[in-house]
């Protein structure tokens, strides 16, 4: 059974530009996280999508958006690039069986890193 | 304000040796505890899920406990191998209501075995 894939791995950008990271979640996983994992701050939860609808948000500003598809796979943009947007992006997938409930064990992708100068 | 805080912050200890990470929770109304491993460069990978009422849950050589009454849990490795070198991050889920559920990381130990 393949696992979370996220695309590209690597990726530099400059300060202004914006980017699209994409994530495709384990096959059945109706659930899709996106995570931030910076040195100083640890792992920040961005959003959770669920079923093409985005059922939690973490404290980003707009700038960061994402979106999920009928197939369940989900991209994540980052607009008007900053230096702070450094950092290694995560998406996590799992198996939700309803939009309500605790989410339950998050198989996690190799993650995006993102380096903005 | 939800926080998770974990200890130390850096260890280094002698393959074979036993080692016990900590993490403190202020978060509530509590929901599950996990216990993640991510290698340098990797994503994080589930070691244990622990709910209120499970006081310990062991993984091969990781054994977690959870003391919910001091909003304490550890994770004890048993026997490390060089393998064991990395982060390790624990992660409370809080219920928001209305089905809703927030998760709040801890920054991670990192742990370093050598030979």
């Known amino acids: 059974k393949a696992g979370v894939t996220q695309t590209p791995r690597y990726l530099i950008k400059t300060r202004g530009q914006q980017v699209t990271l994409s994530c495709s979640p384990i096959?059945?996983?109706?659930?899709v996280s996106w995570y931030q994992q910076t040195p100083g701050q640890g792992l920040q939860f961005l959003f959770e999508?669920?079923?093409?609808?985005?059922?939690n948000k973490g404290n980003f500003p707009g700038r960061f958006s994402g979106r999920q598809f009928s197939n369940s796979r989900s991209e994540m943009n980052v607009s008007t690039l900053e230096l702070g947007d450094s950092a290694l992006y995560l998406c996590?997938?799992?198996?939700?069986?309803?939009?309500?409930?605790?989410?339950?064990?998050?198989?996690f992708g190799e993650g995006s890193r993102l380096t903005v100068l | 304000k939800n926080q998770v805080e974990q200890s130390p912050q850096s260890l280094i200890i002698l393959e074979g040796k036993n080692c016990t990470l900590q993490?403190?929770?202020?978060?509530?109304?509590?929901?599950?505890l996990r216990w993640y491993k991510q290698d340098t460069g990797r994503g994080p990978v589930s070691l244990t899920i622990m709910t209120f009422s499970e006081n310990t849950k062991s993984n091969g050589r990781y054994t977690a406990t959870l003391d919910a009454d001091t909003k304490q849990s550890s994770l004890h490795i048993t026997a490390s191998q060089l393998s064991d070198s990395a982060s390790y991050i624990c992660v409370v889920s809080a219920r928001t209501g209305a089905g809703s559920y927030q998760l709040t990381f801890g920054k991670g130990t990192k742990l370093s075995v050598i030979p």
């Open positions: 096959s059945g996983h109706r659930s």
């Open positions: 996590a997938s799992s198996l939700r069986e309803t939009q309500q409930g605790p989410p339950g064990e998050l198989f």
């Open positions: 999508y669920f079923s093409e609808t985005q059922r």
């Open positions: 993490c403190n929770y202020t978060v509530s109304p509590f929901s599950n």
